[in-house]
T-cell receptor
Framework: GAGVSQTPSNKVTEKGKYVELRCDPI?????LYWYRQSLGQGPEFLIY????????DSGLPNDRFFAVRPEGSVSTLKIQRTERGDSAVYLC????????????FGPGTRLTVL | AQSVAQPEDQVNVAEGNPLTVKCTYS??????LFWYVQYPNRGLQFLLK??????LVKGSYGFEAEFNKSQTSFHLKKPSALVSDSALYFC????????????FGTGTRLKVLA
């Protein structure tokens, strides 16, 4: 079946611009996660949705980052006033719900801020 | 602070030999432990998990891991390595202590030599 998909696969933007990254989870998965992965590092947790609501957004680095999941399926990660330090691969994952369930990861969006 | 450590950046092993990739953790509360693998140009894939019960868990592709509570470790093992096992391996811990935490290690690159 279809896995987790993310669009775009690559995004190049200029410092100060606004970007949106999209995640389409596996159908039926109630939990959705966003991570950020920098070169040579493991994924860094950003936010976790259970259904439509953010169950935990403690990993968002600052108020320039925001994520939504209005219908409990597709999610969008929004970054305002991008900075060069935001450059990374942004990963999305989904699971059946519960922090004891394994997550299924998308291929990621590589964001480059010039 | 909650953390996951993978002390080896790279592990080299000859094909047919047993392999071990190390992981230790430091968290408060009861952890759920996971191993994921990342092949070049592919997303993270789930290998195995420990939730409760038998300390030795078996997963995909012949991998297994042993949960050791006293040593707070969850080392990944395989009795006989294959060249195709060469990849980047991540240990992860999930725990809920007020807020939700899903913490990844920095990864260990496994190179299996023919």
């Amino acid at each position: 079946g279809a896995g987790v998909s993310q669009t775009p696969s690559n995004k190049v933007t200029e410092k100060g611009k606004y970007v949106e990254l999209r995640c389409d989870p596996i159908s039926g998965h109630t939990a959705l996660y966003w991570y950020r992965q920098s070169l040579g590092q493991g994924p860094e947790f950003l936010i976790y949705f259970q259904g439509t609501g953010a169950a935990d957004d403690s990993g968002l680095p600052n108020d320039r980052f925001f994520a939504v999941r209005p219908e409990g399926s597709v999610s969008t990660l929004k970054i305002q006033r991008t900075e060069r330090g935001d450059s990374a691969v942004y990963l999305c994952a989904s699971s059946l719900g519960g922090i004891y369930n394994e997550q299924f990861f998308g291929p990621g969006t590589r964001l480059t801020v010039l | 602070a909650q953390s996951v450590a993978q002390p080896e950046d790279q592990v080299n092993v000859a094909e047919g030999n047993p392999l071990t990739v190390k992981c230790t953790y430091s968290v408060s509360g009861n952890p759920y432990l996971f191993w994921y693998v990342q092949y070049p140009n592919r997303g993270l894939q789930f290998l195995l998990k420990y939730i409760t019960g038998d300390n030795l868990v078996k997963g995909s592709y012949g991998f297994e891991a042993e949960f050791n509570k006293s040593q707070t470790s969850f080392h990944l093992k395989k009795p006989s390595a294959l060249v195709s096992d060469s990849a980047l391996y991540f240990c992860a811990v999930s725990v809920r202590t007020g807020t939700y935490k899903y913490i990844f290690g920095t990864g260990t690159r496994l190179k299996v030599l023919a």
